[in-house]
């Protein structure tokens, strides 16, 4: 059974200065909600009660945002504000929450490694909350467990992306498995190729499953493209062994990391709420 949930959130968010001078890019708010609060619900609906988030300086607001406020509980208790805080209230009732720093931004593969302390020798998934996903039937989490639950092996998440964007994503190629039309073995994988370079146009998002024999190579990887730690190249390792499936999610993913999917999804949400 997979409990932990890692929330790899120690990157500067350069796309979003200034506002992320200051203010951590997983506290930008799609109406009235950050962006790893939608990531942290997506996993407690996946049934998961265990996240572990990886922060740096200038983070701290994520902690306070999952703890109680007591000042501002004070203030609005009896208000007709107070319902406001309901949804978050919840989702602390619900599940635990451990942080570690990430001292140095070694990229995504280095941050996934600084978490092994807070997720010890067990299966577990990854959200990178600045994808913000949504769907009418189970979260995105949600299908993936059941792919895991299946081949108990590590999962990716995948997208068909137009092929001029491959340079911005780790890309697959694969293999259809037992007659789906959306489950593949993974037998190649590369971060960030050039158009002309790139083996399909199937971008992995941010939704992983990951089996923990993967810290063991993540130690070894060497820094791969932009001099980061990349979990493309660690994921390959297993991929190799057979031991990677892609999984072509249904529903929709938000790049919230950058201006235009951030506005992307901030209209959507808001067209969803006036019904
Ligand atoms: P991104 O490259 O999208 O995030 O990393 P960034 O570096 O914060 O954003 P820009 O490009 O400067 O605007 C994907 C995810 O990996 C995390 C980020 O926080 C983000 O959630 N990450 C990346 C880390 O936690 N540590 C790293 O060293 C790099």
């Known amino acids: 059974m997979i409990k932990k ?9 350069t796309r979003f200065l200034p506002a992320t001078k200051a203010t951590p890019k997983e506290m930008l708010p799609v109406l009235t909600k950050p962006l790893i609060q939608y990531g942290v619900e997506e996993a ?18 994520i902690e306070d945002h999952f703890d109680i406020s007591y000042e501002l509980e004070h203030q609005i208790k009896g208000t007709s504000k107070e319902p406001l805080l309901n949804e978050i209230r919840s989702l602390i009732s619900q599940c635990t929450f451990s942080y570690t720093r990430q001292v140095e ?3 995504l593969g280095h941050a996934i490694l600084t978490g092994e302390t807070l997720i010890g020798n067990e299966p577990f998934a990854v959200i990178l909350a600045d994808d913000l996903c949504t769907s009418t039937e189970d979260s995105v989490l949600k299908q993936m467990i059941k792919v895991y639950e299946k081949y108990q092996c590590s999962i990716v998440a995948i997208e068909e992306i137009p092929m001029e964007d491959t340079s ?56 791969g493209k932009g001099g980061e730690i990349q979990i493309t190249d660690a994921l390959l390792e297993q ?26 999804a901030t209209n959507y949400f808001y067209n969803k709420t006036k019904g």
């Open 239 to 264: 991929a190799k062994q057979g031991k990677v499936i892609a999984y072509r999610f249904k529903g929709k993913r938000f790049d919230c990391g950058s201006v235009d999917g951030f506005v992307e």
């Open 105 to 107: 931004m070694k990229g």
């Open 168 to 223: 911005k994503y780790g890309v697959i190629a694969g293999n259809l498995v037992d007659g789906t039309d959306d489950t593949y073995r993974v037998t190649d994988m590369v971060e960030k190729p050039d158009p002309k370079d790139a083996p399909t146009n199937m971008a992995i998002i941010g939704r992983y499953i990951l089996t923990p024999d993967i810290f063991d190579i993540l130690r070894t990887t060497k820094p």
């Open 5 to 13: 949930c890692l929330f790899p959130a120690a990157g500067y968010g």
């Open 44 to 61: 407690v609906e996946a049934g998961l009660n265990t996240m572990a988030i990886i922060t740096g300086r200038g983070k701290r607001a």
